[in-house]
């Protein structure tokens, strides 16, 4: 049978299409782990993001004066705190070593003339806060996400910034760089911008104060929430990021109610008592340091704490970091002491990790959603309830016969899931992450294998599986730079190995 000209017209526009529309889908769809197009182009020579960024005006270098003058001039006036047995947790600590809590000698030995030292000048710095407050420098009604950052770091964050951005959270990135050496061209120019995040260079401000010691590291996180220009803040760890779009965290109790919200640390040791009296807290409401992973911030409701937690950061090194045992911002305390209202989320931080040749091995911990804990109400465990997570029978009627009556199928009310992971055990560096073959990310004998367990209990803990996105995300950016690189195979190799196809098995071993 012959075709009519007008079918074989009709055919060949038809084969004419789809020739057209395959080269164009061979031409746009980006090859995998291949850098996308825009990042290849040469990097602007004439604007200098990060100098641009750095630039502090007169009224923030006025205010850094003062508050350095308000910071020296509390200094306590009594020789540094010493710990009888040398302990003292420092920061970059791989894994906090074990305590026993109640362990007495591991707290600093304090003279009472000592006491009165620290008191006093506690009791100067929080005047200074009152008179310094006003002028705490930010620009209102900005919303944004803080970070501090160096040379070292820098790879785990690009992991963390794009499993932010993966939730949807567009919300521009403020990264602290403490000085020049740590700046790099290509990724304060082009990778961060590219992710909608800059470098700030801390040095740049304070270098304007010249009184003042330099910081140490462990001081970099509270001088980059002083000198972050967002009003709502949430500072994450480089090694922390969230797993749900945290933007409606700002537009919701407890941050609405209490304008500060911090999380437990799950490794933190007791404060040392002479703490609350130095400070003028009553009552030990918080008896452990929060965790530094993730912190909510309203700067204009918590002018006065910012200024008091730095002024624990700043004297930390000699004085409060052995009192407070532990170098994180200690902002729960600071509004403790400012008599500001703080919100501690109470649900109990997960560990992340898995069972490895006969130990558990943790990689890091999963933080609870603060508005779900502000919902769940958690009790305390005591003589009349011994557990501190809600049962079935909390929601009966106390008089069994009644309730039987009332016949009703009761749930216990949900758990609070978590919100942020921290992954700061294992970090999660594309170059390095794989290369130490005795970590969990391989059995004993060498098969690779997943960090956090089985695909359905990661899903069931955390609502999906975050541990294939994470290494997704890890893939992409251990393979951005040079997609023939042996980093870039092997974890090509290892993740399709453990999270792709394999991943849907039932692994027995
Ligand atoms: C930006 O400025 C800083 C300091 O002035 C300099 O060290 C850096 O190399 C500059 N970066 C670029 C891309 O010019
Ligand atoms: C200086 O910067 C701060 C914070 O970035 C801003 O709130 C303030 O309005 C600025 N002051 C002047 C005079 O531009
Ligand atoms: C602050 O320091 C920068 C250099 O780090 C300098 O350019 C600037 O003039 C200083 N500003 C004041 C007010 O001292
Ligand atoms: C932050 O605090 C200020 C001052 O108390 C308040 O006016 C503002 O509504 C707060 N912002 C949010 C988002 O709760
Ligand atoms: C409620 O249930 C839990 C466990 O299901 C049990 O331990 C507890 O004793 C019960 N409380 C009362 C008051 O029956
Ligand atoms: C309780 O209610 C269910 C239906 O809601 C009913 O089937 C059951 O018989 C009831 N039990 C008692 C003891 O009344
Ligand atoms: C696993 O544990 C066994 C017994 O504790 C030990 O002998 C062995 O060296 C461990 N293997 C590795 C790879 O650490």
């Not at 893939?475 to 040079?482: H, I, T």
Request: aromatic share 10%; glycine share 4%.
């Amino acid at each position: 049978m012959l075709a009519n000209s007008h079918r074989v017209s009709t055919v060949v526009r038809v084969g004419a299409f789809m020739v057209f529309f395959f080269s164009c889908f061979v031409y746009f769809v980006p090859r995998r782990y291949e850098t996308p197009a825009l990042l290849q182009e040469p990097v602007s020579q004439v604007i200098n993001l990060t100098e641009l960024g750095s630039k502090f005006n007169a009224s923030v270098v006025e205010f850094w004066q003062q508050l350095a003058t308000a910071l020296i001039e509390a200094k306590p006036q009594c020789n540094p705190l010493e710990v009888l047995d040398g302990f003292v947790e420092r920061p970059g600590e791989r894994s906090k070593p074990k305590l026993d809590k109640n362990d007495e000698r591991r707290y600093p030995e304090l003279t009472a003339q000592d006491e009165t030292a620290l008191l006093r000048a506690h009791y100067k710095m929080r005047r200074s806060a009152q008179h310094l407050a006003p002028k705490l420098p930010f620009s209102k009604d900005t919303t944004g996400i803080v970070t501090s950052a160096n040379l070292e770091s820098i790879p785990v964050l690009l992991v963390s910034l794009r499993m932010l951005r993966r939730t949807g959270c567009n919300l521009p990135v403020e990264v602290f760089l403490a000085d020049w050496t740590h700046y790099t061209h290509p990724i304060c120019e082009r990778d961060l911008p590219s992710l909608n995040a800059r470098c700030i260079i801390l040095s740049n401000i304070l270098s304007n104060a010249t009184k003042i010691a330099k910081p140490e590291d462990s001081q970099h996180k509270s001088l980059s929430l002083l000198f972050s220009s967002f009003q709502n803040v949430l500072y994450v760890d480089t090694t922390a990021f969230p797993i749900y779009d945290p933007t409606i965290l700002f537009t919701t109790p407890p941050y609405t109610t209490h304008g500060l919200v911090t999380w437990p640390d799950p490794h933190a040791p007791r404060i040392s008592e002479h703490f609350y009296h130095i400070a003028a807290i009553p009552a030990p409401a918080i008896p452990y340091t929060s965790t530094s992973s993730q912190i909510l911030l309203n700067k204009s409701l918590h002018r006065e704490s910012l200024l008091l937690m730095l002024y624990y950061n700043h004297h930390g090194p000699s004085y409060y970091y052995l009192l407070l045992r532990s170098s994180a911002p200690a902002f729960a305390l600071a509004a403790l002491a400012t008599r500001l209202p703080v919100y501690h989320v109470r649900s109990h931080s997960t560990s992340l990790g898995r069972w490895w040749n006969g130990t558990y091995r943790a990689t890091g911990s999963a933080h609870a959603d603060p508005g779900m804990d502000y919902e769940y109400l958690p009790p305390f465990s005591s003589h009349i309830h011994p557990s501190n997570v809600w049962m079935k029978n909390d929601t009966a009627h106390p008089i069994p016969s009644i309730e039987k009556a009332l016949n009703y199928t009761r749930l216990a009310p949900r758990i609070p899931r978590p919100v942020f992971l921290q992954v700061d055990l294992l970090r999660m560096n594309p170059a390095s992450v794989l290369q130490d073959k005795s970590e969990i990310t391989f059995e004993p004998d060498g098969t690779p294998h997943r960090m956090w367990g089985l695909r359905e209990d990661v899903v069931r803990v955390l609502g999906y599986d975050v541990e294939e996105r994470l290494w997704g995300v890890v893939v992409e950016e251990g393979c951005r730079g040079d997609g023939e690189s042996e980093v870039c195979r092997e974890l090509v190799e290892w993740s399709r190995e453990v999270v792709g196809w394999m991943g849907s098995i039932d692994r027995p071993w």
